[in-house]
Every structure is written in structure tokens, then in C-alpha cells.
């Protein structure tokens, strides 16, 4: 919804109101017309209902609100003597409405909650309920928000498995713009499986003030601009979602607003310069390994080396054989009977495994391929220290210099040769910037002016229109960021679909509360990594734990309770 849309609404919701209440007003010693006046009537309908003040301010804050409507309606009602449970179910679904039936009753009288009001154990209880839910819907959208890492984009930087704090006040909160969501709940409702909001009406986009700006090599919560999917890993016909209930992206920010980017053989170039990343950055390239006499996954796992995957060749397989291991596969390399081999992560398949197949089915053969080249995810570092132990012929980081035209990578446009190591260069947009439109950027800019600033751009010819107006320029309206994973060969990232613009960052990772390795295979294989836990995302250095600090100031915060308690007991 546009401003003035906005504005219009907010007009009728107050005369809806001063219809509905006028009289109600005039009941509790108001004068009629002050059911009309906004923000004055909310002021004034609290003192009706002898609620505090503050409640007012709630009625302000997106998301919120939906929860303190239905709230004001009941007390309202119950201040003018409806009290039963039907009443106040006919409030809620009638979205308030059912408060025109006491406005023009002849019989409805005001009853001061202050003298009438009856507590009980469960309305008490509620009501703490209410309230517990809405100042945790407070700090989770304006202060501080849970995350967990699901994928290994970012290995080694952040696992998979670290459940992160994740801050919104350093880039300043961001006001919801959904404005009918259900609290706390992202895009999904748990256990039903369908949508938490309605995609209207939409908030226009604001943020609060942060203390500090996106920088550069900062990790970022963010929303995935390309984002049109209802259910992960399942193809289906995308879904157009609202900006703050797209899917939630964390990357590493390489690319910050008027930076010109270039990728060089793998690694990035800002204005001309290699990027510099601090160093808790673990920058992961795939290697080739090689090795005349094969590479054994023992090898690979005793130089503490994880980022590989294992082959095994099945002779006379049957599906009692699959059924045994098709939990530890990651696919099928073929599907021919006698020649059927399978691909798995690192673990391989357990021994245990394979001496159940041999002692069942002993005409079942179940091989591990030993390769002379293995594919294998290192650090830089990591490549150096095996290269430096000689247990291998040698390491090769891999990289892509076959430079083809194609529509896998942005602006996936066939005009463009860019792949994952060698591309660009790109200039990062900034707000108030102003470029030339032509031929060769087009493709990289049509979105951001179509889509992200909603602009109508039309291409005739070698001439440009937009908004109906020929010209060979455009100014941006907003700052856009170049997000990018640790895990270069394995992250889709800016290099896939583009920008990120600002109205699409959600916040800073700052903490790691819990870590558990084997996030993905349920949380009786979890095994906690009590190194990360409580450690802070940006620094340099190794991580420090801050758990026994903690822990020792809880005990230490107990000890200091027990104490003065016991001291005013022995007083008393």
C-alpha cells in the first residue's frame, strides 16, 4: 500500500470507530466528540478501561497491534457490562464490530472496571500470557532474533548446527512491513504447514536508527531477494512473497554500496584491490588432490580433513542391500545392476553396515573406489599443511577459467561469460547514484530499477524509457550490498541472483549460544560442541568461550541470593 493508501485507511478506521463508540464515550463521562480525535481517542478509551497508558504506544507497533486490538475490544465490552465468554468470542470474530451493539443499545450501562473488576487465576494467567507473548515478539523484532545455521555456506566460518543471536539494533530494527502476521512465526505455521500473514496490506519500508552501517567482510542476516519458494527441496510453482517473510540468507557482505567488484580466478577484487578478510574468515576453495597410488579416505581423515565425498561400487546389489543404505547416500553415480555405484559424504558407509550386508547377503559386494584425484573442500591454509606433509603428488586448487556464455550466473543473461571464479566487474549501487544506461549494463541494472524501486522500464531499440520518459540515465534510490559465501563452491550467492537491497537486511550475527555437530540427523545424534558455545561471531583470533564465565557468575549470582535471603529471614 502507497502512503496516501494509507493514510485513507487510517482515516476510515477512525470513523469506523467514532461510529461505533461515540455513544459509549458519553456513557463514561467523555464528551462524543472525542471518539473521533486519533490518537486523543485511543487515550481517552484506556482511561475508559482504566488500562495503563503505555498500552497506547502498543497500538503503534506492527504485529503487535494485531495482538492488542482483540484485547481492547474484550475490556471494553466488560466495561460496559459484557462479560460472558460468548460475548467476548463474538468481539474477536467480529473484528470489534460487536461493540455497535452496545453503543446503540438503550440498556448498556458503564460499569467502572476499577470497582467491578472480579480477578481470577486463569484470567490473571492470560493475561500474563498475552503479555509474555508480546514482549517476546518486541525483542525478537526490534532487538534480538534466534537463528540457526542450515547450511554449509559459510564452513568453516560458521557450522552447521551453531544457533546464533542475531542483533537488529546495530543496523537499526526494521518495522515490519506484513503488517497481518502471526508473532513469531516467519513465512510458515509449525505442524499445519501453511502461511503465517496475509501478503496485504504491506507496510512501506522503514527502519529505526542503528549505530552503525553494513561493512564491508561483515557477516549479514538478510532476505533472499530471489526467494519465491513455498517449501525447500520441494519443485513446485513459486509462491510471491513480501520482503520480511522471504526466506532468511546468511552470507558475508564482499560488496558494499559504490564498490566496483571483480572475482579473479576465485578471489575478489574491491576497486582494483584484493579484498582483505579478517581473520576468523575461513575461505574454503574445492582442491584436486592427486595421488598415482589412489586417495584413501583414511588419508584424507587423518590429515583431520572432512570436505569430500566417498564412492562405493555395489556388485549383484538388491534392494534389500539398498534399503540397508540408502540413508547414507547422497545419490546414485549409476544404475546399472552390475556395475552400481552410489556417492556418500565423508562417513562413508559404516562398517558395521557392510558386515551386515556381507553376513546376509554374501554374494553382495560392497567396495570403496580408491580415486587417483579426489575433489576436496580446504582452506588456503589447509591446502599449504597437506601439500607440506608430501603424502600426497600434489594439490591444485581448482578453478573454473573456461569462460562460456550462459544464464546460470547474474545477470543470467547470455551476453555474459561469468562464472563462479572469474567474474565481473559489477558496481555496487548506492543510493543517489547515477549511471548510464546502455546495452551492456541493462541486463545487470533492469531489475534493481523495475523490481526493487518500482520503476516501469522499457527497452526500444538502442533507447530506454522509464516511467515513459526517454533517458539514458537513472539515479538509484536505495544502497545495495554483494553477498557472498565462505564456501565459495558451495553457496548460492550474489554470484547466482544479484544485489541485496537495504530494505531486505534483518541484522547482524553477534553470538553463537549453542553449537551441536550432526544438526541434520536428528536431536538424538547431537553432539554439542562445547568449544563455540557462547562465542562472539566477529573478532580476531580463535573464538573464546564465554561459558564458564557465565556459568560461574549464575552460581556465583545463586550463592549471593541464598545469602541475603537468610539474613532478612534472620532479621524477621
Known sequence: MSLVQWIVFFILIQIVHFVGTWRLYILAGRKYWEAIIPIYNAIILIGIIKRPIWWVLLLFIPVINLIMFPIIWIE????????????????????????????????????DPKNNEASSSIGDWL??????????????????????????????TLLIGDFLFVSKFHYGPRIPMTAISLPMMHDTLPFFKVKSYLNYPQFPYMRLPGFQKVERNEIVVFNWPADTVRKFFVKEKGVKKPT????????????????????????VYINGKLNKLPSRAKIQFQHYIYNSKGVSSRSLLEANLKGFNRQYIIKNITQKTYEKISKYILGNITNDLDDFRVLTN??????????????????????????????VNLTLYQAEKVRNKN???????????????????????????????????VLVPKAG???????RNYPIYKKIIKDYENNLIKKVGD??????????????????????????????????????????????????????????????????????????????????????????????WQILSYILKRRKENKN
Open 244 to 267: 520480511d517473510k522471504k526466506s532468511n540468507y546468511v552470507k558475508r557482505c564482499v560488496g558494499t554500496p559504490g564498490d566496483s567488484l571483480e572475482i579473479i580466478n576465485g578471489l
Open 346 to 375: 565423508y562417513e562413508g558407509l559404516p562398517k558395521k553396515i557392510i558386515k551386515e550386508i556381507k553376513l546376509s547377503e554374501p554374494y553382495v559386494v560392497v567396495k570403496e573406489i580408491i580415486e587417483r584425484r579426489k575433489l
Open 127 to 156: 493475561n500474563s500470557l498475552i503479555f509474555a507473548i508480546i514482549a517476546a515478539t518486541i525483542v525478537h523484532n526490534y532487538i534480538i532474533q534466534p537463528f540457526i545455521i542450515p547450511t554449509g555456506s559459510l564452513e568453516k
Open 433 to 439: 547514484e547515477t549511471i548510464n544506461i546502455n546495452s
Open 76 to 111: 471494553t465490552i466488560k466495561s460496559f457490562g459484557r462479560k460472558s465468554n460468548l460475548s467476548a468470542f463474538l468481539c474477536v470474530v467480529t473484528l470489534g464490530f460487536y461493540i455497535y451493539t452496545l453503543n446503540y443499545s438503550k440498556e448498556t450501562r458503564y460499569l
Open 391 to 425: 603424502i600426497f603428488d600434489s594439490v591444485v586448487r581448482k578453478v573454473n577459467i573456461v569462460k562460456s556464455y550462459n544464464e546460470d550466473f547474474f545477470p543470467n543473461n547470455l551476453k555474459y561469460n561469468w562464472n563462479e571464479d572469474n567474474f565481473g566487474p
Open 463 to 556: 533507447k530506454y524509457k522509464i516511467n515513459g520518459v526517454e533517458t539514458s540515465l537513472y539515479t538509484f534510490k536505495k544502497n545495495y550490498y554483494w553477498m557472498m559465501g565462505d564456501n565459495r563452491h558451495s553457496s548460492e550467492d550474489s554470484r547466482f541472483w544479484g544485489f541485496v537491497p537495504e530494505d531486505h537486511i534483518v541484522g547482524k550475527p553477534v553470538f553463537i549460544w549453542f553449537s551441536v555437530d550432526n544438526f541434520n540427523k536428528g536431536i538424538l545424534n547431537w553432539k554439542i560442541r562445547w568449544d563455540r558455545v557462547m562465542t562472539t561471531v566477529k573478532g580476531e583470533g580463535k573464538p573464546v568461550s564465554f561459558l564458564y564465565p557465565f556459568l560461574l557468575t549464575i552460581i556465583l
